[in-house]
């Protein structure tokens, strides 16, 4: 299972950090993702990060602003998110990919977190 935590309400230009604990000790070496999804949009990818943490990857729209990173002696993977924008606003999800394939599809991910609301306000 994935827990995320850490969302809120929070001003334009304001920071937020995002967790998502997973259990199972098979678990915490797997890639994992955060994806998002805003009312009447599909699940959008936002960043990814492989089993070490030494490849990350990042949706344009984020890029310099979302930083992931990840612990895997906690089984646990971060979403940093800084100069947070009113656009930004969306249920964050993280996710586990068990096979191979595009960190950037939603397809590929195999077990998924139950989400946590990031409100930006202007």
């Known amino acids: 299972q994935l827990q995320a935590s850490g969302g809120g309400l929070v001003q334009a230009g304001g920071s937020l950090r995002l967790s998502c604990a997973a259990s199972g000790r098979t678990t915490s070496s797997l890639p994992k993702g955060w994806f998002r999804q805003s009312p009447g949009k599909e699940r959008e990818f936002v960043a990814a990060?492989?089993?070490?943490?030494?490849?990350?990857y990042y949706a344009d729209s984020v890029k310099g602003r979302f930083t992931i990173s990840r612990d895997n002696a906690k089984n646990t993977v971060y979403l940093q998110i800084n100069s947070l924008k009113p656009e930004d606003t969306a249920v964050y999800y993280c996710?586990?990919?068990?096979?191979?394939?595009?960190?950037?599809?939603?397809?590929?991910?195999?077990?998924w977190g139950q989400g946590t609301l990031v409100t930006v306000s202007s």
């Open positions: 990060i492989n089993w070490s943490g030494s490849n990350t």
């Open positions: 996710a586990l990919k068990i096979k191979g394939g595009s960190y950037y599809s939603r397809l590929e991910y195999d077990y």
